[in-house]
C-alpha cells in the first residue's frame, strides 16, 4: 500500500504575517466567522503561511491567510488546537478555492493513449464563496489523497468558561489539486454539519462513498486490461460472503468452528466458479443450445469481485481510499 507523503516536515507553526487591511470601522472585516481547517502551505515562495478555510457570517465557504480576518470565536478555536501541541496539516497549495460540498456527480472517464494513461476525474457540485452551485472536477489521484489526509480532522472547540468539561468537535475538510499552470491551487472541500455545532463526519462520510462508488463504477466498466485496480481493493475490503451454495455452506461451518480457512480462500473460488459458469454457457451457445449475446458472455467470465460498501464507517472508508490511492499511483508509476 503507497501512503501519500508527508508535504513537509513537521515545525513550529507561524502566525500569518500579511499586514492587517483596515475596514470603515478601523478594524478588519471579518472574513471566516466559523473556522473549519487551519492548514499549512508549502507552496515555493509561501512556505510556512497558514491557511484558514470556514464559513463567512452569511454561512458561504471562505477562506484567507489572515488571522485578523478571523471572527473572535474563530481565533479562540484556533488559539486551542495550537496549545494543544498538534500537527497542523500540510497542503502544497498557494491559495485555496474554499466550496462546501452538495454533492457527487459523474465521474469523466478519459481515454488513454497507445503510451500514456490519463487520469480520470470525479465531479462534485458545490457551492462556491459567491453562493452559486458550481462543479468543480478534481482527478482521482488527487482526490483519493486528499481524502486519506483527511484522517485527522480538525478539533472545534465549542465550550464555554462556564463548562466543567467538554469535548472537541472534529470537522472534516478536503484538500484537492485544481487544475492550474502552476498546479499551487487547491480546492477546500468543506462539509456542513446537518446540527449546528455538531460533527461533520455524516457528511464526510457520505462524500467517502459516493467518491469511491463512483470510481469502482467505472473501474468496473473497463476490460480487465484497463482496470486500476480498485475492484481488488473492494474485494478486500469490502467483500461479501456467498449467499448460496456450497461456499455459503462452507462459511457457516466456518462460523461455528468447524472448518478453518481465510477470506483470500473464498474469493479465489468466487473467481473460479464465476470463470467455470461462463465456459459452460460458452459451450452451450457453441452447440446451439443457449442463445446469449458476447456482451453477457464477456460479463459471466470476468472474475469481478462482489463487493458492498455501504456497512463501512467512516475509518474503514478512508483506509479503503488508501488502499485506492496504493493501487492508482502504481498504475501510473508514481511510486
Given at each position: 500500500m503507497a501512503n501519500p507523503p508527508p508535504e513537509s516536515d513537521a515545525g513550529a507553526l507561524p502566525e500569518a504575517d500579511e499586514p492587517s487591511v483596515e475596514g470603515a470601522a478601523g478594524a478588519p472585516a471579518v472574513?471566516?466567522?466559523?473556522?473549519?481547517?487551519?492548514?499549512?502551505?508549502?507552496?515555493?515562495?509561501v512556505r510556512g503561511?497558514?491557511?484558514?478555510?470556514?464559513?463567512?457570517?452569511?454561512?458561504?465557504?471562505?477562506?484567507?491567510?489572515?488571522?485578523?480576518?478571523?471572527?473572535?470565536?474563530?481565533?479562540?478555536?484556533?488559539?486551542?488546537?495550537r496549545a494543544t501541541g498538534l500537527d497542523m496539516r500540510r497542503?502544497?497549495?498557494?491559495?485555496?478555492?474554499?466550496?462546501?460540498?452538495?454533492?457527487?456527480?459523474?465521474?469523466?472517464?478519459?481515454?488513454d493513449t497507445r503510451d500514456r494513461l490519463a487520469e480520470d476525474q470525479v465531479q462534485y457540485t458545490c457551492l462556491d464563496v459567491t453562493g452559486e452551485r458550481r462543479d468543480y472536477a478534481v482527478g482521482e489521484i488527487g482526490i483519493l489523497r486528499g481524502i486519506v489526509l483527511a484522517r485527522q480532522p480538525w478539533q472545534a472547540y465549542t465550550g464555554s468558561g462556564l463548562d466543567v468539561a467538554v469535548s472537541t468537535v472534529p470537522l472534516y475538510s478536503v484538500f484537492?489539486?485544481?487544475?492550474?499552470?502552476?498546479?499551487?491551487?487547491?480546492?477546500?472541500?468543506?462539509?456542513?454539519?446537518?446540527?449546528?455545532?455538531?460533527?461533520?463526519?455524516?457528511?464526510?462520510?457520505?462524500?467517502?462513498?459516493?467518491?469511491?462508488g463512483r470510481l469502482l463504477v467505472l473501474d468496473e466498466s473497463q476490460v480487465p486490461a484497463s482496470r486500476r485496480g480498485y475492484l481488488e481493493v473492494a474485494g478486500r475490503v469490502a467483500g461479501v460472503p456467498p449467499r448460496s451454495g456450497l461456499l455459503r455452506s462452507l462459511v457457516t461451518l466456518r462460523n461455528l468452528g468447524f472448518v478453518d480457512f481465510d477470506d483470500a480462500w473464498v474469493r479465489g473460488m468466487q473467481r473460479r466458479g464465476k470463470r467455470l459458469q461462463g465456459g459452460v454457457i460458452r459451450a452451450l451457445r457453441a452447440i446451439?443450445?443457449?442463445?446469449?449475446?458476447?456482451?453477457?458472455?464477456?460479463?459471466?467470465?470476468?472474475?469481478?469481485?462482489?463487493?458492498?460498501?455501504?456497512?463501512?464507517?467512516?475509518?474503514?472508508?478512508?483506509?479503503?481510499?488508501?488502499?485506492?490511492?496504493?493501487v492508482a499511483t502504481a498504475r501510473f508509476g508514481l511510486t
Amino acid at each position: 500500500m503507497a501512503n501519500p507523503p508527508p508535504e513537509s516536515d513537521a515545525g513550529a507553526l507561524p502566525e500569518a504575517d500579511e499586514p492587517s487591511v483596515e475596514g470603515a470601522a478601523g478594524a478588519p472585516a471579518v472574513v471566516v466567522d466559523a473556522l473549519a481547517a487551519a492548514v499549512m502551505s508549502t507552496a515555493k515562495g509561501v512556505r510556512g503561511r497558514v491557511l484558514f478555510v470556514g464559513w463567512s457570517p452569511d454561512g458561504l465557504p471562505a477562506a484567507t491567510g489572515r488571522r485578523d480576518t478571523l471572527s473572535d470565536e474563530a481565533r479562540t478555536a484556533l488559539d486551542h488546537y495550537r496549545a494543544t501541541g498538534l500537527d497542523m496539516r500540510r497542503v502544497p497549495f498557494g491559495q485555496l478555492v474554499p466550496a462546501t460540498y452538495l454533492i457527487t456527480g459523474p465521474v469523466i472517464d478519459f481515454s488513454d493513449t497507445r503510451d500514456r494513461l490519463a487520469e480520470d476525474q470525479v465531479q462534485y457540485t458545490c457551492l462556491d464563496v459567491t453562493g452559486e452551485r458550481r462543479d468543480y472536477a478534481v482527478g482521482e489521484i488527487g482526490i483519493l489523497r486528499g481524502i486519506v489526509l483527511a484522517r485527522q480532522p480538525w478539533q472545534a472547540y465549542t465550550g464555554s468558561g462556564l463548562d466543567v468539561a467538554v469535548s472537541t468537535v472534529p470537522l472534516y475538510s478536503v484538500f484537492a489539486p485544481l487544475p492550474d499552470a502552476t498546479g499551487e491551487t487547491g480546492l477546500a472541500l468543506m462539509f456542513q454539519p446537518t446540527i449546528a455545532g455538531a460533527s461533520n463526519e455524516a457528511a464526510f462520510r457520505s462524500f467517502v462513498r459516493h467518491t469511491i462508488g463512483r470510481l469502482l463504477v467505472l473501474d468496473e466498466s473497463q476490460v480487465p486490461a484497463s482496470r486500476r485496480g480498485y475492484l481488488e481493493v473492494a474485494g478486500r475490503v469490502a467483500g461479501v460472503p456467498p449467499r448460496s451454495g456450497l461456499l455459503r455452506s462452507l462459511v457457516t461451518l466456518r462460523n461455528l468452528g468447524f472448518v478453518d480457512f481465510d477470506d483470500a480462500w473464498v474469493r479465489g473460488m468466487q473467481r473460479r466458479g464465476k470463470r467455470l459458469q461462463g465456459g459452460v454457457i460458452r459451450a452451450l451457445r457453441a452447440i446451439g443450445m443457449v442463445e446469449v449475446s458476447d456482451g453477457l458472455l464477456r460479463e459471466l467470465e470476468d472474475p469481478r469481485p462482489d463487493y458492498n460498501v455501504d456497512p463501512l464507517d467512516t475509518t474503514r472508508l478512508v483506509d479503503m481510499a488508501e488502499e485506492m490511492y496504493g493501487v492508482a499511483t502504481a498504475r501510473f508509476g508514481l511510486t
